[in-house]
């Protein structure tokens, strides 16, 4: 054999080699896509597509997932944004440790080209920093933020937020609001929480105002105007529909068109900024069915509700397309049932009520929720469930009025900072104080 034929010989052998190898390497390229596919595909299903319609938005394919603007950019294949299946990694980091603003910055700058090498170092290098108190306590290193549902402490502002019980039972009056129940509830918790070593925030601090640190009546005398002006200048809303708020609109309509949504978008900045380890956003139910709430019920139980369960035009905006991306790929939505899974169980077993079941299902968990694999755990798209990353549950622990609990949650036998409140709320709080810790036990 002459250098020749072996040179020959090893080009005509690396000639067919490599297209091999290549192949071989699209081929395992290709089968991982359609395995990354179907995984996206059935989580979609599973937990965030509640109405069909949601697919005109949506395109899962073994390379990549595109977000489309609008059904017609799907049909003429203009994607808003394209994520290939090697850059999940890299959105997971960038929706995790760079400024809510940024990410979403990045998800609208995306198009179909793929991340920059300097916005992939960039996701290397940015710590995040944690305070650990009392490294012996076990939830020393661990972030927890709280919401307390609603803003109206007194019941004249549970009236215009409709969150509250007022009946007569013969024998006693019952009166309350559904935030002074939540905000009591988040307190006794935050201290609990505190006292084993977590660094906890509340995303309203005292228990007469809203998140924006002023009560709704405070801010409608103060801050109305200029806060409509702003939302005119920034396109949130139009100037008639600000003329409307001031002019005509009544107080609880401007609470439910306006308020409402700073409101809930501050309690979501509070909690993004402070990057939680998780999240409860505290509710308690009350019966759809007994609506206006002046009698009592005899049913009782509890529900929890994480993201997803997209119904028809819940993608009509950019960032909540943003947000559905980052929920589909994301392990959020999947800690959020573990997680509220591991809350409903102790609501269950320290108030002695059960967990709801299929024939308890409201209209409106039937008609804008998914059931996951945690008996009493709804995925719901809500703005806090929507906007806050990370690990949540937004419980909604027993009904207010039911018979037995309207009457214990009247009684206000128990002192805290803020006032009194019932050993009820304590109960409750001592329900998700441990559920935590059943999560951590199985999240760790
Ligand atoms: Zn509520």
Redo the contacts with the bound molecule.
């Keep these: 054999m002459t250098i020749g034929d072996f040179s020959r010989k090893s080009i005509i052998l690396v000639g067919l080699l490599v297209p091999m190898l290549f192949w071989s390497f699209q081929l395992k390229d290709e089968v991982r896509g359609e395995s990354l596919q179907s995984f996206y595909t059935i989580k979609a299903k599973r937990f965030l597509v509640k109405h069909d319609v949601i697919w005109d938005y949506v395109e899962i394919n073994n390379r990549w997932i595109d977000i489309f603007a609008s059904p017609d950019d799907k049909k003429n294949n203009i994607p808003e944004c394209r994520l290939y299946w090697d850059e999940v990694g890299v959105f997971n980091t960038i929706v995790k440790k760079f400024r809510y603003e940024d990410a979403f910055a990045t998800y609208k700058n995306k198009g179909t080209s793929r991340f920059d090498s300097l916005l992939i170092a960039q996701t290397s290098i940015i710590p995040t920093e944690k305070v650990i108190v009392n490294a012996k306590l076990p939830l020393a290193g661990k972030r927890i933020a709280i919401d307390p549902?609603?803003v109206g402490n007194d019941f004249q502002m549970g009236l215009i937020e409709s969150?509250f019980v007022k009946m007569d039972l013969g024998d006693e009056k019952i009166e309350f609001s559904?935030a002074e129940l939540?905000f009591a509830t988040a307190y006794l918790l935050k201290d609990m929480l505190e006292a084993q070593g977590a660094e906890v925030i509340l995303t309203r601090t005292s228990c007469n105002t809203s998140s924006l640190g002023i009560s709704f009546s405070e801010w409608y005398k103060t801050r109305m105007d200029g806060d409509l002006i702003e939302a005119v200048n920034s396109g949130k809303i139009s100037k008639e529909f600000a003329d409307w708020l001031k002019n005509e609109a009544s107080e609880a309509k401007v609470f439910q068109k306006f308020f409402q949504t700073l409101d809930w978008r501050e309690r979501c900045k509070i909690i993004n900024d402070f990057r939680p380890d998780l999240t409860l956003i505290i509710?308690?139910?009350a019966d759809e069915e007994n609506y206006t709430w002046s009698k009592p019920t005899t049913k009782n139980y509890n529900v929890a509700f994480v993201g997803g369960g997209y119904v028809k035009d819940e993608l009509l905006k950019e960032e909540d397309r943003f947000q559905f991306l980052r929920q589909l790929v994301s392990t959020d939505i999947e800690n959020s049932v573990k997680l509220s899974g591991s809350i409903v169980k102790c609501f269950e077993n320290c108030l002695k009520v059960p967990t709801m079941t299929k024939k308890d299902e409201s209209n409106s968990i039937k008609n804008f929720s998914l059931p996951t694999s945690q008996k009493g755990v709804y995925a719901r798209n809500l703005a806090l469930t929507r906007y806050i990353l990370g690990p949540i549950c937004y419980g909604?622990s027993l009904l207010q009025d039911n018979i037995q609990e309207c009457r214990a949650l009247n009684k206000r036998d128990l002192d805290y900072p803020c006032g009194k409140t019932s050993s009820r709320v304590k109960d409750v709080a001592t329900a998700y104080y441990k559920g935590i810790f059943e999560y951590l036990k199985i999240n760790n």
Excluded: K, S
């Design positions: 549902g609603h969150r559904e939540t509710h308690y139910n909604e």
